[in-house]
């Protein structure tokens, strides 16, 4: 199984993406969460993309392409992937497509998350979230079972430098701009499927369920 999940800031697609990955024991592939931890590990790479991250714009393709191309040639990518914040642009879609080409692969479905502009803004704002295995937690929606504690691995939880006010609308912003022309890319290509991501965590799963298995079949 071979999946974009294509959606603006906040709208789920890590925490869908982990369960997905978890049900169908295909890989995670988040640029997000490999560009945080080049950040954190301080690579060129990382220092590289830092100022970007931090004020909600995009990374420059070339960046981006070079580390998802090296992740889909990695051995525990051949079950299948499914890509979360990636591709972003349309020379990142193009660039996609090439790389599953030359390996004689294609998507199986690209999944536009919807979820309306105000639940967006709520989830990431109240988003805690772990510097050191990812783990994504919310306040009000989906609290640690001990405050500021990572249940999967017991690190501190952190709030995101990008998950301030101004960060998140310039993301929104940049979203608009740069990526929402996907959906039409993939649209015109006959592999999208948009889905409502407003409802509860597990109420979107067992909707992408049913998306997924509808595709599995066709
Ligand atoms: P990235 O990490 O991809 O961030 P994003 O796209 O802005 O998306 P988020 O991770 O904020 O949201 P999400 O949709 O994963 O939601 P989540 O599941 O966490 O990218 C960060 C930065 O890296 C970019 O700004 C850019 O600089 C760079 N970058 C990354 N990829 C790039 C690329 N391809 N090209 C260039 N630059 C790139 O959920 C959010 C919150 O809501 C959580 O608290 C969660 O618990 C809660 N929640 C989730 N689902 C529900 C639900 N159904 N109900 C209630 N709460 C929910
Ligand atoms: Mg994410």
Same mark, same amino acid.
């Given at each position: 199984?071979?999946?974009v999940f294509?959606?603006?800031?906040?709208?789920?697609?890590g925490t869908?993406?982990?369960?997905?990955?978890?049900?169908?024991?295909?890989?995670?592939?988040?640029?997000?969460?490999?560009?945080?931890?080049?950040?954190?590990?301080?690579?060129?790479?990382?220092?590289?993309?830092?100022?970007?991250?931090?004020?909600?714009?995009?990374?420059p393709d070339?960046? +981006?392409?070079?580390?998802?191309?090296?992740?889909?040639?990695?051995?525990?990518?051949?079950?299948?992937?499914?890509?979360?914040?990636?591709?972003?642009?349309?020379?990142?879609?193009?660039?996609?497509?090439? *790389?599953?080409?030359?390996? &004689?692969?294609?998507?199986?479905?690209?999944?536009?998350?919807?979820?309306?502009? /105000?639940?967006?803004?709520?989830?990431?704002?109240?988003?805690?979230?772990?510097?050191?295995?990812?783990?994504?937690? &919310?306040?009000?929606?989906?609290?640690?079972?001990? /405050?500021?504690?990572?249940?999967?691995?017991?690190?501190?939880?952190?709030?995101?430098?990008?998950?301030?006010?101004?960060?998140?609308?310039?993301?929104?912003? +940049?979203?608009?701009?740069?990526?929402?022309?996907?959906?039409?890319?993939?649209?015109?290509?006959?592999?999208?499927?948009?889905?409502?991501?407003?409802?509860?965590?597990?109420? *979107?799963?067992?909707?992408?369920?049913?998306?997924?298995?509808?595709?599995?079949?066709?």
């Amino acid at each position: 199984m071979r999946l974009v999940f294509l959606g603006a800031p906040g709208v789920g697609k890590g925490t869908q993406a982990d369960k997905v990955s978890a049900l169908y024991g295909v890989l995670k592939v988040s640029t997000g969460d490999l560009l945080r931890e080049a950040v954190r590990n301080k690579t060129a790479l990382g220092v590289e993309a830092k100022s970007f991250m931090d004020q909600g714009k995009l990374v420059p393709d070339s960046v +981006v392409i070079g580390l998802v191309r090296d992740k889909l040639g990695d051995p525990s990518c051949e079950k299948g992937f499914v890509l979360d914040g990636f591709p972003r642009t349309v020379p990142q879609a193009e660039e996609l497509g090439k *790389v599953l080409a030359s390996r &004689h692969i294609g998507l199986d479905r690209v999944i536009n998350f919807q979820v309306s502009r /105000e639940d967006v803004v709520k989830r990431l704002t109240g988003r805690r979230s772990c510097p050191k295995c990812q783990a994504t937690f &919310h306040l009000d929606f989906a609290p640690p079972k001990a /405050e500021g504690i990572c249940d999967r691995c017991g690190s501190g939880l952190v709030q995101r430098s990008d998950d301030q006010r101004e960060a998140i609308e310039t993301r929104l912003k +940049v979203y608009d701009e740069q990526t929402a022309p996907l959906i039409s890319f993939y649209e015109q290509q006959g592999r999208l499927s948009n889905l409502d991501g407003g409802g509860s965590v597990d109420a *979107v799963f067992q909707n992408l369920t049913k998306v997924l298995a509808a595709c599995k079949t066709a």
